[in-house]
C-alpha cells in the first residue's frame, strides 16, 4: 500500500497568530521582533510580505519599505497554545501525528483517510477544525505525497492555505521548476558546493553520480542528496507520543547587536558550548561530531568528526574555535550543535578526562542548577557579561527563568 503523507504548515504563523488574538493588527503589515533587543524581524504578516518584508529583514529597513509598519514583539507561549490545540485536533484523525517545529507537523493517514471520505475531504475537516477551535485568520498549507521529503516540498508551493499533491510520476516535472534550497536539508552552503559540480537544479541532481556525491559530501550527506535528486525518503512519521531518541544537542544565540570583536565573538562561542555540554551531561551523553556556524555579512560554517567523545563545554570550545579560520567582519548570529551522540556510561574514559576534572564539573553543574547557568563561568568570559536570553527570547532574570520553565512544560506536554 502507497503511503499518504501529510506536512501541514501554518501560513505567517507568529504574525497570524497574533493578527488572530488582536484584531486592529488584521489586514495591517505587520513584524514580530524578537525580545531581546535585537532589530529584526522574525516573522511579517502576509500583508508584510506582499510588501517585500520578509523574515530576517532589519527593521529600519523594514520601515524604509513601508514607515507605517506595526511591530510586535514575540509572544512564545501564545504560539505554543496554538500549537497544542492544533496537534490535539490532528490526533482525531489519525495516531500518527510528528510534530516537526513549532509551526509544522507531519501525519500519516494511510490507514484512516478513508474513514474521512479520503485525503481531500479529510484536509477539509482538519481545517474546519484549525478554523473552530483556533480561529479564522489562521491557516495551513498541506501537503501531500508518499513521503516525508515530497510531503514538505508540496506544502510550500502553493501558499497560502493551498493544498498540494505530488504523486511519484509528477516528481520530475515538480523538480524542472523547483530551486535546490527549497528542499528541506539543502543550505546555501550546499547550494554553493552543488554548483561547483556543476548542479543548479534538481533535476541535474536526480542525474548525478551516486560516487560522485560521496567523494563530495561524505557518506550520509552523499547518500541523502542522491535521495534526494530521486525523490526517496524511507523515514517513517514518527508519532509524538514515542520518542524517537536525541540525535544532536545545540544552541542558537541572536546577539543583541552586531558585534565586531573577534574575542567577544569568541567568548559567546565559549559561553554557548558551555550550554550545550551542560545539555549533554544532562542528557548522559557525549558527542563526537562538533558544528558552528556565525552570521554577519558573510557566512562561516565548520563541522568536523572527531575520533574522540565530548561533553565539556571547554572541549567543544577548542573543537569549534580549530574550526574558525576566518570570522565575518561582523557576526549577528551564533550556532553551535554537537552530534553522533553515545550514552556516556557505554564510552572508555579519554587519558586527558581525568576523574578530577569529571568531579569538577559535576560540581559546577550542581551550583549552576541550583543559582541558575552561568553563576560560575570560565575565567576568559570575566568581562563578558552574560547571553541576555536563555532559548526563544525571552530575558535571563530570575522571573523569566520562572516564566520560562512553564513554558518549557507546555512544550513537554506536546510529547
Known amino acids: 500500500m502507497q503511503r499518504i503523507i501529510l506536512h501541514i504548515d501554518f501560513d505567517s504563523f507568529f504574525a497570524s497568530a497574533e493578527q488572530q488574538f488582536n484584531p486592529l493588527l488584521r489586514g495591517r503589515p505587520i513584524g514580530v521582533t524578537a525580545t531581546n533587543g535585537?532589530?529584526?524581524?522574525?516573522?511579517?504578516?502576509?500583508?508584510?510580505?506582499?510588501l517585500g518584508i520578509k523574515s530576517p529583514t532589519r527593521t529600519f529597513e523594514a520601515q524604509r519599505i513601508y514607515p507605517s509598519i506595526i511591530f510586535v514583539p514575540a509572544h512564545f507561549t501564545k504560539y505554543w497554545e496554538v500549537s497544542k490545540i492544533f496537534v490535539n485536533a490532528c490526533k482525531d484523525f489519525s495516531p500518527l501525528v510528528e510534530i516537526f517545529s513549532l509551526d509544522e507537523v507531519f501525519m500519516d493517514v494511510t490507514r484512516t483517510a478513508e474513514l474521512f471520505g479520503g485525503t481531500l475531504p479529510l484536509i477539509e475537516k482538519i481545517k474546519s477544525r484549525l478554523q473552530v477551535e483556533i480561529g479564522e485568520y489562521i491557516t495551513a498549507s498541506f501537503g501531500i505525497s508518499h513521503n516525508k521529503l515530497l510531503a514538505k516540498l508540496a506544502s510550500g508551493l502553493e501558499k497560502p492555505n493551498g493544498v498540494v499533491m505530488i504523486k511519484p510520476e509528477d516528481v520530475?516535472?515538480?523538480?524542472?521548476?523547483?530551486?535546490?534550497?527549497?528542499?528541506?536539508?539543502?543550505?546555501?552552503?550546499i547550494e554553493a558546493r552543488l554548483n561547483q559540480m556543476g548542479i543548479y537544479k534538481l533535476t541535474q541532481l536526480s542525474a548525478?553520480?551516486?560516487?560522485?556525491?560521496?567523494?563530495?559530501?561524505?557518506?550520509?550527506?552523499?547518500?541523502?542528496?542522491h535521495q534526494v535528486g530521486q525523490g526517496l525518503d524511507t523515514r517513517e512519521v514518527i508519532?509524538?507520543?514515542?520518542?524517537?531518541?536525541v540525535k544532536s544537542v545545540g544552541r542558537n544565540y541572536c546577539l543583541p547587536a552586531n558585534e565586531y570583536s573577534k574575542r567577544k565573538v569568541l567568548q559567546n562561542v565559549f559561553e554557548l558550548c558551555?550550554?550545550?555540554?551542560?545539555?549533554?551531561?544532562?542528557?548522559?551523553?557525549?558527542?563526537?561530531?562538533v558544528g558552528i556556524f556565525l552570521r554577519g555579512d558573510e557566512n562561516v560554517y565548520g563541522r568536523k568528526t572527531y575520533s574522540y567523545f565530548m561533553d565539556s563545554g571547554k572541549d567543544l570550545f577548542d573543537a569549534c574555535h580549530s574550526l574558525l579560520t576566518v570570522f565575518p567582519d561582523y557576526t549577528r548570529q551564533i550556532g553551535i550543535w554537537a552530534s553522533y551522540l553515545e550514552d556516556s556510561d557505554k564510552i572508555p574514559s579519554s587519558l586527558f578526562d581525568t576523574e578530577k576534572k569529571r568531579k569538577l564539573r559535576t560540581t559546577i553543574d550542581q551550583i549552576n542548577e541550583r543559582f541558575g547557568d552561568h553563576t560560575i563561568r570560565n575565567g576568559f568570559l570575566l568581562d563578558s557579561p552574560k547571553l541576555t536570553t536563555v532559548p526563544n527570547g525571552f530575558m535571563a532574570d530570575r522571573f523569566e527563568r520562572e516564566k520560562f520553565a512553564k513554558e518549557q512544560k507546555i512544550i513537554e506536554s506536546l510529547a
Open 38 to 50: 535585537r532589530t529584526c524581524i522574525i516573522a511579517a504578516s502576509r500583508e508584510a510580505k506582499a
Open 172 to 189: 520530475q516535472s515538480i523538480y524542472q521548476t523547483t530551486k535546490l534550497t527549497d528542499i528541506c536539508g539543502i543550505g546555501y552552503r
Open 208 to 225: 548525478a553520480p551516486l560516487q560522485a556525491l560521496i567523494a563530495e559530501f561524505g557518506n550520509v550527506e552523499g547518500i541523502f542528496l
Open 239 to 245: 508519532p509524538h507520543t514515542q520518542d524517537p531518541g
Open 274 to 289: 558551555e550550554e550545550v555540554g551542560i545539555k549533554l551531561r544532562r542528557l548522559n551523553k557525549k558527542a563526537r561530531n
